[in-house]
């Protein structure tokens, strides 16, 4: 009897750390937002303003849950920002002509596949994947600037998505697409064999072999289920934006630092909170800083991007505290 | 043994690494500056740097500079900077390596024009600038001095900023919010300083400012700043992507009604133009590229322009056309499917097919240059009808 009571004190003792920990994060926030309220000028915690906020952060959170089951298993892939633009582009096409299941298939096939590839090539090469994966961000950069000067030598620009089937990037359907994100990549990441399996190669591949993981199989599978997610980022993307352009020279990279930090800081949270559930928090709390700083008038391509470097460096810094050796 | 070994391998590689040299040099053409080759078959490798491939503005002067030089006989190498502007002096280094025989320059930002100027003497190629020019007489001045500096066709992009803050304000609009390219861009900086003080000499305030580094990331800042702003009645985007993320912002709140205004045309935003998604729009001096183009070769033919003070020629009034709803179907069939001078209009501004070419004959057509000019211009040609003419108000 007496072991049971003292676990059962200890989990309680646990518990309520936890709890107090995530309140202590939220008031934080909360204090942080209210200075950005006053900075503003009072432009910052209205309704509206904090509703775009969210609609702003729902992008950015499925790059990072893709993200997560990708960097889970140890891999690097630096071009999913090239496979973002593609599945975008892909979707806008496909969308136009076939209304919203061509945008959503269109870009869920083209993410799916070309992560799938991009895992293959880590899996039978054994290159390092960042660098297998910058080759293959240069090569699907290449496609999507082909298609984009085939566009150009018409007279025309890359697909331009009609406002007949831009509703998924409105509210409340952009809202409840980030609901339903979040509770399949709860279930996927926290409650199936495959995000255990992940995350078990991520911690120690050798290991995991012997525990009898199928290493390749579950690979595999991670990047299904990573493509899936950035699929989803890929049509909402293009329904927010209306148009995507190509990117060349690996420009595609920068737009990863966004969704990137998001997982760095959901990673420092997630000893407090699960990860999956603190990507969406974080997302929304990173762009809340640009957010003010667009209202205050700091223009980007300076101090905009100083700041979310710096973000990167210093979330990254906290993801990994406590790891004692060089975490790739 | 080892010592031998390294002896030899270095001799080798200083032998192998002299004749990359050499033979580098001799495949270098000798430049053309100064000689007379009006003849009919000489041909020029032009080189130019497009800002950022993908972009409609910017793409858009790469299409016309290559249309007027293939229309010379001339190859065309666009470098691409893929919107970085540390990557420019590399490409235009890059450029001038391979052998370009001229170059057509787009320098987005003020300080790279000294520094383009020196490549451009040390390797004795000749450059025109296109669209973008120093801002000041003595940037200007110093350009003139160079010997390879062949001319500036651009546009006075304040005066494009005036016309529409002008315009805003006649339409009783009090505040404005400003979406626009990053803080340094020559051509933006122009035309937001034009429209605010033109703005707000009418009595009008510019109340929010949005300087965005990369154009294709442009409507997230776009949306933050018209929802900080809600009491704003336009807003003026500086540059075509600016306008298309200003509309897709203002489309996700209906409630807001702001009228935007824009200095650029794509297809897209002509098309919104149209639809009345834009209250009024200038553009379409992206022609610069072409006209800068035969500057160029009239140098190269050894026919350079020249102005009264026998310097290189600066034209910088090339006209910001104001593109009114009711001619949007012309504008699209000659300025975005078609090109509104002909090969033949490129021509006759070169000594090699117009004798008679001079630096009147530039300040003339530039001028000129305005959407009912060109229209009647294709009537004398034949492309356009009188009916057609009377149909958009051509008079």
Known sequence: MQPSILNFNRISTNNNKRIRDIGIVLLCMAAIFVLFNILTQGRFLTFRNILTMMSH?????????????????????????????????????????????????????????????????????????????????????????????????????????????????????????????????????NRTKTGLNLRAIGGNKTVAKMMGIDLNRALMIGAVMGGIFIGIAGFINESYEMRVYARTGLGSISTLFFPLATLLLAQAFQKIINVAVAIPISAFFIYSLFNVLTILGVPSGTWQEMTLGAIVILFGILAQKGSKEVVK | MKRGFFRVSFAVIAVIVALSVILTGCGQPASNAGKDNASKTATYKIGMNNFGKGAYPLDIMEKTSKFANEAFGNELIAADDQFKIDKIVADIQNLISSGIQGLQFLGMVETLFPVVSKMCQDAKVPFVLMDKYPTTAEGIAALQNNPYFVGIVGSDNKAAGVAIGEFAAQQGLKKAIIVGAAQGDPTHDQRIIGFTEAFEKAGGKVIGVSRIADPSQAVKPAEDLVIANPGADCVYASGGDFATASITALEKHPDLKMKIFCTDLDPMLVDKLAAGKIEAANGGHWVSAGISAALLQNYLDGHAIKDANGKAPVYTNLPIVVLPASQVDMYKKFWIDGVPYTEEDYKNLCYRWNPKVNYDTFKDTIANYSINERLLHKAKQGQVTKEELDKYGVK
């Open chain 1, 57 to 189: 952060s729902v992008v950015p959170s499925f790059v990072a849950w893709g993200l997560s089951f990708i960097f889970a298993s140890g891999t690097t892939d630096l071009s999913i920002g090239a496979i973002i633009i593609l599945a975008s582009n892909a979707a806008g096409i496909c969308g136009n002509q076939f209304g919203y299941p061509g945008l959503v298939l269109g870009a869920l096939i083209i993410a799916i596949i070309l992560q799938v590839a991009n895992t293959y090539v880590f899996i039978k090469t054994k290159i390092p994947s960042w660098i297998a994966g910058l080759g293959m961000a240069m090569i699907y950069e290449s496609i999507g600037a082909f298609y984009s000067k085939t566009r150009i030598d018409k007279g025309l620009q890359v697909v331009e998505l009609k406002e007949s089937v831009r509703s998924l990037a409105q509210n409340p359907y952009i809202i409840i697409l980030w609901a339903i994100g979040l509770i399949l990549v709860y279930i996927l990441y």
